[in-house]
């Protein structure tokens, strides 16, 4: 598996989507296994701004991901668009 990139909400949502169906997991599954609800796991793939890290790190164990926190990588592109 490749490392997915995520600078932004629905960016980690997506390479969190992404992972669940990988695994052939359904959102009640993996929200079962984390302790919360489906409706929060559809919350989170969607990049929701109210979701909390804690759920994200749980979320994030159920799926076998881990994070890794380094500096961006240069970018010269100074349009706030590429930025994020």
Request: charged fraction near 25%; aromatic fraction near 2%; charge should be positive.
């Amino acid at each position: 598996m490749r490392p997915d990139l995520a600078r932004s909400g629905p960016e980690l949502g997506a390479a969190l989507r992404r992972r669940r169906r990988a695994l052939k997991l359904s959102q009640a599954q993996v929200a079962e296994r984390a302790g919360v609800k489906q409706n929060t796991v559809s919350s989170a793939e969607a990049g929701g701004p109210g979701t909390k890290l804690q759920t994200l790190i749980d979320l994030m164990a159920v799926l076998e991901l881990e994070l890794v926190v380094q500096p961006r990588s240069s970018n010269k592109s100074t349009s706030i668009e590429d930025i994020f």
